[in-house]
């Protein structure tokens, strides 16, 4: 089964920039359609950018042009470069496919806060 490690979460100010890295496991990785997900506070999670096996990807209207996600099928690797954070930004992100398997991880938290 797929499993998935995410890393690079901290604490930003308004403006700044964090990447995010999400490690999967198993063979298969190179033909899965991924995605990042984020859950704040009291709301429900929510996909911001999603990346298919052809390295096509697709963004939320909320993170759209600040947002950047790649992958690297080579070392089982998506990354989410994040620009212009803003605090509304603040959240646990995770990394999944684009039809979510149950197998979430731990996520990262990423907080922006002057």
């Known amino acids: 089964q797929v499993q998935f490690v995410e890393s690079g979460g901290g604490l930003v100010q308004p403006g700044g920039s964090l990447r995010l890295s999400c490690q999967a496991s198993?063979?298969?990785?190179?033909?899965?359609?991924m995605g990042w997900y984020r859950q704040a506070p009291g709301k429900q999670r929510e996909l911001v950018a999603s990346?298919?096996?052809?390295?096509?990807?697709s963004y939320s209207d909320s993170v759209k042009g600040r947002f950047t996600i790649s992958r690297d099928n080579a070392k089982n690797m998506v990354y989410l470069q994040m620009n212009s954070l803003k605090p509304d930004d603040t959240a646990v992100y995770y990394c999944n496919t684009r039809t979510p398997i149950p197998s979430w991880g731990q996520g990262t938290q990423v907080t922006v806060s002057s």
């Open positions: 198993g063979p298969i990785f190179r033909l899965l359609y």
């Open positions: 990346i298919n096996v052809g390295a096509t990807t």
